[in-house]
């Protein structure tokens, strides 16, 4: 089975600053990762998903996002917070035996400050 | 490319009545999985539909059932409504096999008096 934990259910930043959106993963085998955002009264929208190629994973929006197995990580980044960012963002994984089953974490509220 | 419908959008429904919500997938989407979405529970995965066959099951009691249509658009029923029903229903489709990234719909947002 695998598990998500997002640390951090509200984090708030200033316009310009660093965002950083923290996720760690539990799986007994090689997973897939995503990061999806949504806005309110919208579903959920992509950002970047992680497959096992590239360990530093490039997004819409400019974010990013590092694959670390050694610490079972995949932190969400964006250099410079944009207004529009302002939203909840979730980290979900699944694994190649688990199809389209997607594990979700409890999500992080970002709030952009101007 | 249209992306995922889901039709209604809102429905209010009491206690005992049951529901059923659409999903129309994106076009060549032979994949629909359905997800429950409330603020103590998180988004929780329902079910999965592959070529009218419901392939992955969450952990959800049997008043929660789904069907797919030959054309892939999908549809889930839940009976007996209750109020922790009440919640957003998120339907995602994709193209199947591999890690190929889901895309969800608007949802229909379920409240139930």
């Known amino acids: 089975a695998q598990s998500v934990t997002q640390l951090g259910s509200h984090v708030s930043v200033s316009e310009g600053a660093l965002v950083l959106l923290r996720c760690n993963y539990s799986?007994?085998?090689?997973?897939?990762l995503f990061w999806y955002v949504q806005y309110p009264n919208q579903g959920l929208q992509l950002l970047l998903k992680?497959?096992?190629?590239?360990?530093l994973v490039k997004g819409i929006n400019g974010f990013e996002a590092e694959f670390k197995k050694s610490e079972t990580s995949f932190h969400l980044t964006k250099p410079s917070a944009h207004m529009s960012d302002a939203a909840e963002y979730f980290c979900?994984?699944?694994?190649?035996?688990?199809?389209?089953?997607?594990?979700f974490g409890e999500g992080t509220q970002l709030t952009v400050n101007p | 490319k249209a992306g995922v419908t889901q039709t209604p959008r809102y429905l209010i429904k009491t206690r005992g009545q049951q529901v059923t919500l659409s999903c129309s997938p994106i076009?060549?989407?032979?994949?629909v999985s359905w997800y429950q979405q409330t603020p103590g529970q998180g988004l929780q995965f329902l079910f999965e539909?592959?070529?009218?066959?419901?392939?992955n099951k969450g952990n959800f009691p049997g008043r929660f059932s789904g069907r797919q249509f030959s054309n892939s658009r999908s549809e889930m029923n839940v009976s007996t409504l209750e109020l922790g029903d009440s919640a957003l229903y998120l339907c995602?489709?994709?193209?199947?096999?591999?890690?190929?990234?889901?895309?969800f719909g608007p949802g229909t947002r379920l409240t139930v008096l």
């Open positions: 979900a994984v699944s694994t190649e035996t688990s199809g389209s089953r997607l594990t």
């Open positions: 992680y497959t096992s190629a590239a360990t």
């Open positions: 076009s060549g989407h032979r994949s």
């Open positions: 539909y592959f070529s009218e066959t419901q392939r």
């Open positions: 799986s007994s085998v090689p997973p897939y």
């Open positions: 995602a489709s994709r193209v199947a096999g591999g890690p190929n990234e889901q895309f």
